[in-house]
């Protein structure tokens, strides 16, 4: 069975999936259904996961004896606002270790910074983090991260949030072919297409969330992301059929035709 891997540990599934933004918990855990994902990436900062008692949790929609949760460090600027949180992640999930690590440059595009980016995996990774970090589409960037230890890389797409779909595909194809880690698309997708490309160029997974939640009707679009990915691996494992400029070449047969 084709499966993904990430430190160790098999999945079904190749898309990943938040759960913010959503009307309510109720509606998470649908569109979360629908999509089929194993692992559910968590904002430490945004979402109640036992930090306010009297406040509804996510633990009891989506239980984390059913999904992999992936808690992130969204809304960090800082290498050590980034480790502070995920720290205060690992003694709110009993130790958990798995983790997606992004610090951000500015509020405006939310594009990572790349240097604090480095400087915090660095720390995590010696402090027994298994690291997947959200980076630019920079293969040499993309590089260090693996060297340092990260257990997945996950270059954007386009902007968070922004649904611009994936505007480098040629520099995501440099790291899908330099990397020996899963490469995750994240950020970016904005429709179900979006997530087929990603997979037919041969990336392992994709993450999103505003493609889900934004949506007019999110359990219907996690249902067609579940297909979308599904599909984009099938055709990326099948190899598509080479490109021919200026060359046309007749679908049926050309001998034995009736009358000749």
């Not at 430490?44 to 059913?66: A, E, F, H, M």
């Not at 997530?195 to 392992?204: F, K, S, T, V």
Request: proline residues 6%; contains cysteine; glycine residues 8%.
């Amino acid at each position: 069975m084709d499966q993904l891997t990430i430190a160790g540990k098999a999945y079904s599934s190749r898309l990943l999936v938040g759960t913010g933004k959503y009307k309510d918990f109720e509606e998470t855990r649908q569109a979360i259904e629908a999509s089929g994902a194993e692992i559910v990436t968590v904002a430490i900062r945004r979402t109640n996961i036992g930090q306010d008692p009297n406040q509804p949790s996510l633990l009891d929609s989506v239980p984390p004896s059913q999904y992999t949760y992936l808690p992130n460090t969204a809304g960090c600027y800082t290498a050590d606002d980034a480790i502070r949180t995920l720290r205060l992640a690992r003694e709110l999930l009993d130790g958990h270790d798995l983790v997606k690590l992004e610090v951000l440059g500015d509020p405006q595009s939310l594009y990572p910074n790349v240097v604090e980016t480095l400087k915090a995996a660095e720390v995590l990774v010696k402090d027994g983090f298994k690291v997947m970090v959200y980076t630019s589409d920079d293969p040499i960037i993309a590089k260090q991260l693996e060297d340092i230890g990260c257990v997945a890389i996950m270059p954007l797409a386009s902007l968070i949030g922004s649904g611009m779909g994936i505007l480098n595909p040629w520099n995501l194809q440099i790291i899908i072919d330099r990397i020996s880690v899963p490469v995750v698309v994240d950020a970016g997708v904005g429709t179900a297409s979006d997530a087929a490309i990603a997979m037919e160029l041969g990336c392992d997974a994709v993450l999103m969330n505003t493609a889900i939640a934004g949506a007019q009707n999110p359990v219907l679009m996690a249902a067609a992301m579940r297909k979308a990915v599904e599909a984009g691996r099938e055709a990326y494992l099948a190899g598509r059929m080479p490109k021919k400029v200026y060359q046309a070449s007749p679908s049926s047969p050309t001998t034995g035709i009736i009358g000749s």
